[in-house]
């Protein structure tokens, strides 16, 4: 495992349909003519890597994460040929580089974002082009506090009380920024919020959004701890709402020099 987390890829698999649908909405802002290479970032299971696969019927995809578990399932959903490596996207190396990256509901699980954008353009190609979304500032507040709140007290307050967690949910100026001294031109990162009600919020807070809380719990406070983080967020209605915000990211590696888009294109 290469991730700041432990991941549950058969039940992610199965629950992760909000999550695709966020993927595809990012995948329709990257143009593809279909026969591009691609790489997947913190692919998952595949969901959206399929979808992507899809669009590239004279292409090629890798899918990259650094979940074992997680690349298990994609390997079972994706056709053969596709390549899958488990690697942490801080030391992304498959070879060679492609025409585009794709990232999807993963950068807020890597700390150290300057490592990961310097890894991303080394990746591409020049001329290629980073199209991503993640966790931006924000991004699950509602279910942050009332964990914490649950975590301050009773069995679970030795285990989580004062535990900052491992998330990096960046503001638009930072990500710009940080995108620039990677190296990336056409910079553009803004946030949109996509409250999400799960149809089975228990087990979509234990594999999704609490996943971390729960690797620092024992297992016999687990279902505990999720039960009481439900409680605290169901509104009248009874429902769970997960107040995602999503920070979105488009990016290009400068083109080589001389060709039509160095010399003043976009
Ligand atoms: C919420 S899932 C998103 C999966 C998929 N992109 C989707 O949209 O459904 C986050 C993924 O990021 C991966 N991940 C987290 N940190 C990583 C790292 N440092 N290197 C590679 N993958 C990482 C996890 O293993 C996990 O599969």
């Not at 910079?187 to 959004?209: F, G």
Request: proline share 5%.
């Amino acid at each position: 495992m290469t991730t700041t987390r432990d991941w549950n890829g058969r039940s992610y698999d199965r629950i992760s349909e909000f999550m695709e649908q966020l993927g595809r909405d990012v995948l329709d802002r990257l143009v593809l003519t279909g026969d591009e290479t691609v790489l997947d970032a913190g692919c998952g299971t595949g969901r959206v890597t399929q979808a992507l696969i899809e669009r590239l019927p004279r292409g090629h995809v890798i899918g990259v994460d650094g979940s074992a578990d997680m690349i298990a399932v994609a390997a079972e959903r994706l056709p053969e040929e596709t390549e899958l490596h488990v690697q942490d996207l801080c030391e992304l190396d498959v070879g060679r580089q492609v025409d585009a990256i794709l990232s999807t509901a993963t950068f807020h699980w890597i700390a150290d974002h300057d490592r990961l954008f310097a890894a991303l353009h080394t990746a591409l190609k020049p001329g290629g082009r980073l199209v991503a979304q993640c966790g931006g500032v924000g991004n699950v507040d509602a279910v942050h506090a009332a964990a914490a709140q649950v975590g301050a007290r009773g069995p679970y307050r030795e285990h989580l009380a004062g535990w900052r967690g491992p998330w990096n949910f960046s503001t638009p100026a930072d990500a710009e920024r940080r995108l620039r001294a990677a190296g990336f031109t056409d910079v553009s990162a803004w946030v949109t919020e996509r409250p999400a009600r799960p149809e089975e919020p228990l087990e979509y807070l234990s594999t999704i959004v609490l996943g971390a809380h729960l690797e620092r719990l024992p297992a016999a406070l687990r279902d505990a701890f999720v039960d009481d983080v439900a409680t605290a967020l169901r509104g009248e209605d009874g429902h769970v709402t997960i107040d995602y915000v999503r920070l979105n990211l488009d990016a290009a590696k400068r083109p080589p020099s001389g060709s039509p888009s160095a010399r003043g294109g976009h």
